[in-house]
C-alpha cells in the first residue's frame, strides 16, 4: 500500500490491475471482478474441450461439452454436438398456396393439408404482434404460416397487403438469387464455360500438361506442406463428348481471350486503398450479420467461403451463399478449389450471373476438409498451381480478382515470395493473415512479416489480418508503422461489430448493454427478412444468433477496463457488469445465450439447447 500511495494515481491503478489480473488476461477493475473458484495449479490460458459447470456468470459451459471425456484434442469442431435442435420441416404444416391465399396448383394431390381452420387451431403460439417481413415489404409470402400472422391476417384468414409499404420497399432488396432453373441447369451440365474452356486450351498449349493440369490426380507437396497426403475427392465434370459444342464454346469467348488469354487486360472497378474490409467468416459472415456491420460503417464486404466444385455442379446451399444485400455497396465472393479449371468455371459463373465488385481466392483457410482436398492453405505448398489458378480467374472475369493468403503452412516462409507475383497474375488486391496454416489463430499474427510483405508487394495494395480489435491497432499498422494498405477484419468484427465505427470516428465507443441488444434485435430481424419469418426461418435466425453470440461474449465493455485497448487474445477473469443485461452478455454459458435470443426472438422450443459449431483453440 504504501508503495502505490507514492505512484501517481495512473501508475498506482496500472499496478493493482497487475495484482489482481494474471498474464494472458483482460485488466478489469477491482470493483467488477468476482473471486476466482479455480484450482491453485489451473492456468488461465489452459484450453480444454471439457467444460466444469460453475456459478460464474462469464464461465463457459455447454449441455454437451460438460459431459465430454477428455480428448487431447484442442480445437476444431463439435462434431457430436446435438443435431435435435436442425430445423425440420412439418408434415402437417398448411400449403405454401393456400397460406397466402392463392389457389395450389396441385389441387387434391397436395401432400400439404388445406384446410385452414385446423392448421390455426393447432399452430404454435405467435412470437409477437409485428411481422419483420410486413413491415419492410408491406405483405408476408410466408402468410398463415408465419409465426407473426396475425401482424398480417383479418379474422376470417386472409392475407392484407399494406400497399403503402409495399411501394417503398426496394425492388430487389436481395441480388444473386439463383432460381430453380438454373440450378437445373449447372445440374444437368447445360450451363456452359467458354472463357475458362479458351483459356484452358491456350494455358496447355504454351506451358502442357503440367502441374495444375486436370489430367494429374495429385501434386507433389514441397517440404512446408503438411505430411498428410493430399487426396483429391472433387468430382471431374466431363467435357461433352461432341466436338461441335466445344468448337461453339470456343466461338463464345472474347477475342482478346484468342489472342492470348494469359496477357488480356481488364479494367480495374474498386479503389481498395483506405477502406475498411470484413473479413469472409464461414457460417457467422452470413447475410444479415453483414448487414449489421454495414449499420456500423464497413465499406468492403466478402460472402462466406464457397467452394467452386459445388457451385459447378448447382448445389443449392453453396449457391446460396452468393447472395447480396442492396446495401452492401463493394461487395465480393471468395472461392476455395484445388483445380484451375474448377475455380476458373465457379469464378466465370460468378462474373456472369451475379453482381459483384470482386472475386476472391481462398489460400488461407487451415481446417482439414479444405486442406486435405488440396484448396485452401495447402496450395501455399504449390506456387505454379496457384499461378494457374489466378491467372485464369482474372482471365475469365471481367471485375477485380483478389487473394486472401496465410504466411505459410508451418513456417512463415511463403507469403514474401508469393506477395511480388500477384500483381503480374492478374491479382488487384492481397490480403494476408499473419499465421501460418499450423498456427490458426494462436499466438500473435506476424505484423512483422505482413509489412516486408506489403512492400515486395507494391503498387499491388496489400492488406493485413489478425488481432485488430480496436481503432488504435487499426491505424497503428496503416499510418504509424505503415505496414499494410488497409485491414481485413475477421474476429475482431464477430467480438465488437461497431469496430468500424470506431475506426471511422478514431475513438473508444463505450457501448451499452441496451444498444448491444438493439444490435441484437436487428440482426433478428435481418435474419427473419433473409430466412423467413416461418418456423423454419426463426430456428435458422436463433441458430445464427447462438453461434455469432460465442464470440460477442469475449467482449469486455470498455469501461470496466483499466487499460485500453482491449486484447483480442486476452480472457477475462470472472467478472460482473454494470448491469444484469451486461452480465448475461459477458456469459459463456450456451444456456445464458438461448436466454438473450429469446429476447429479441420469443421463447426458444421447450426442448432447445445449444452447443457452438467450433470450439476455439485461441480467445
Aim: with cysteine; glycine share 6%; proline share 6%.
Amino acid at each position: 500500500m504504501a508503495i502505490e500511495a507514492a505512484l501517481p494515481a495512473e501508475t498506482a491503478a496500472e499496478t493493482t490491475a497487475t495484482v489482481l489480473t494474471k498474464a494472458g488476461e483482460a485488466p478489469i477493475k477491482a470493483e467488477y471482478l468476482l473471486p476466482r473458484t479455480e484450482k491453485p495449479s489451473e492456468k488461465p490460458n489452459e484450453e480444454s474441450n471439457e467444460q466444469q459447470p460453475s456459478e460464474q456468470p462469464n464461465e463457459q459451459l455447454t449441455e454437451q461439452q460438460s459431459t465430454e471425456k477428455p480428448t487431447g484434442k484442442k480445437s476444431g469442431q463439435n462434431k457430436q454436438r446435438n443435431k435435435r435442435n436442425k430445423p425440420q420441416i412439418a408434415r402437417d404444416r398448411i400449403c405454401r398456396h393456400v397460406a397466402i391465399d392463392a389457389e395450389c396448383p396441385q389441387g387434391d394431390a397436395c401432400p400439404n393439408p388445406h384446410d385452414v381452420a385446423a392448421f390455426m387451431a393447432t399452430k404454435e403460439p405467435d412470437l409477437g404482434t409485428q411481422c419483420p417481413v410486413f413491415d419492410a415489404l408491406g405483405r408476408c409470402p410466408f402468410g398463415l404460416r408465419c409465426r407473426f400472422a396475425m401482424a398480417h391476417t383479418t379474422e376470417d384468414w386472409k392475407q392484407v397487403v399494406d400497399e403503402e409499404k409495399a411501394a417503398r420497399a426496394p425492388a430487389e432488396p436481395v441480388r444473386n438469387a439463383m432460381s430453380r432453373d438454373m440450378q437445373i441447369r449447372l445440374r444437368k451440365r447445360v450451363e456452359r464455360f467458354p472463357r475458362t474452356l479458351a483459356f484452358d486450351a491456350a494455358w496447355q498449349a504454351e506451358h502442357g500438361r503440367g502441374k495444375g493440369s486436370k489430367t494429374e490426380e495429385t501434386e507433389k507437396i514441397e517440404e512446408t506442406a503438411e505430411p498428410d497426403k493430399i487426396e483429391k475427392t472433387e468430382e471431374t465434370v466431363e467435357p461433352d463428348k461432341t466436338d461441335k459444342t466445344e468448337q461453339a464454346d470456343r466461338t463464345e469467348a472474347d477475342d482478346t481471350m484468342k489472342a492470348h488469354p494469359a496477357k488480356r487486360q481488364r479494367a480495374r472497378r474498386v479503389d481498395f486503398r483506405g477502406k475498411t474490409y470484413l473479413a469472409p467468416l464461414t457460417t457467422v459472415g452470413n447475410l444479415p450479420f453483414r448487414r449489421v456491420c454495414k449499420g456500423f460503417g464497413v465499406d468492403i464486404t466478402c460472402s462466406e467461403m464457397a467452394i467452386a466444385n459445388n457451385i459447378v455442379q448447382g448445389q443449392g446451399s453453396e449457391l446460396a451463399l452468393l447472395k447480396r444485400h442492396a446495401s452492401e455497396d463493394i461487395f465480393g465472393v471468395q472461392l476455395a478449389g484445388s483445380r484451375a479449371d474448377m475455380v476458373g468455371k465457379a469464378a466465370e459463373f460468378v462474373g456472369r450471373h451475379c453482381d459483384v465488385d470482386f472475386i476472391d481466392l481462398n489460400l488461407g483457410c487451415p481446417v482439414e476438409l479444405a486442406f486435405n482436398n488440396g484448396g485452401g492453405s495447402a496450395l501455399l505448398a504449390q506456387p505454379r498451381k496457384i499461378e494457374r489458378i489466378v491467372r485464369t480467374m482474372a482471365a475469365v472475369v471481367d471485375c477485380d480478382v483478389t487473394v486472401k493468403f496465410r504466411t505459410g503452412i508451418r513456417a512463415p516462409d511463403v507469403a514474401e515470395k508469393l506477395a511480388p507475383q500477384l500483381r503480374a497474375w492478374g491479382a488487384a488486391l492481397g490480403t494476408l493473415h499473419g499465421r501460418t496454416r499450423q498456427q490458426r489463430y494462436t499466438r500473435l499474427a506476424d505484423w512483422e512479416c505482413i509489412g516486408r510483405a506489403r512492400d515486395l508487394a507494391a503498387p499491388l495494395p496489400l492488406f493485413g489480418g489478425g488481432d485488430v480489435l480496436s481503432w488504435e491497432d487499426y491505424w497503428d499498422h496503416v499510418e504509424t508503422r505503415r505496414q499494410c494498405d488497409g485491414v481485413m477484419v475477421g474476429r475482431g468484427a464477430l467480438i465488437k461489430p461497431w469496430l468500424f465505427q470506431e475506426i471511422r470516428e478514431r475513438r473508444v465507443w463505450d457501448i451499452s448493454a441496451s444498444e448491444r441488444l438493439d444490435m441484437l434485435r436487428d440482426f433478428a430481424r435481418f435474419g427473419l427478412e433473409h430466412w423467413g419469418s416461418d418456423t423454419i426461418g426463426v430456428a435458422n435466425t436463433r441458430r445464427f444468433l447462438l453461434e455469432w453470440q460465442s464470440f460477442l461474449c469475449r467482449y469486455v465493455p470498455a469501461g470496466l477496463l483499466e487499460v485500453l485497448p482491449q486484447r483480442i487474445n486476452d480472457r477475462p477473469p470472472p467478472f460482473v457488469g454494470r448491469s444484469d443485461l451486461e452480465t448475461l452478455m459477458a456469459s459463456h454459458n450456451a444456456a445464458d445465450w438461448v436466454r438473450i435470443s429469446e429476447m429479441v426472438l420469443g421463447p426458444a422450443p421447450p426442448d432447445f439447447a445449444f452447443v457452438p459449431k467450433h470450439k476455439s483453440n485461441s480467445y
